[in-house]
């Protein structure tokens, strides 16, 4: 399932912004998740999502800011950002589970599809 990010965009502390993640087949079976990857620092998980949106798992520095949706008619994931900080600024990447999907899992190597990455930049 080939996947492309859009919607990265230079904004100011405080606001939000929207980015999405559009497969080019149907995704509706794959367990999604975002990642993102600060300046110089490692790809850190940020949301996963499962195929019927049951399960939803933040990590602890985005929960109550992010929300990670989907809309398998479209097979598009997006993820809300509100209230972004400057230590939001990464590159976003979706990725779709491919390996040890049954449970959560936010190990990387699980995830076999990955997008090319959109830039978002929080200014202060």
């Known amino acids: 399932a080939p996947l492309r990010e859009s919607g990265g965009r230079l904004v100011q502390t405080g606001d939000s912004l929207k980015i999405s993640c559009k497969a080019s087949?149907?995704?509706?079976?794959?367990?999604m998740a975002w990642f993102r990857q600060p300046p110089g620092k490692e790809r850190e998980f940020v949301a996963y999502?499962?195929?019927?949106?049951?399960?939803?798992v933040y990590s602890d520095s985005v929960k109550g800011r992010f929300t990670i949706s989907r809309d398998n008619g479209k097979d598009t994931l997006y993820l809300q950002m509100d209230s972004l900080k400057p230590e939001d600024t990464a590159v976003y990447f979706c990725a779709a589970c491919t390996r040890s999907c049954q449970d959560f899992t936010k190990e990387q190597s699980n995830y076999g599809y990955w997008g090319q990455g959109t830039q978002v930049t929080v200014s202060t």
């Open positions: 999502i499962d195929a019927l949106e049951h399960l939803i």
């Open positions: 087949s149907p995704f509706h079976n794959y367990v």
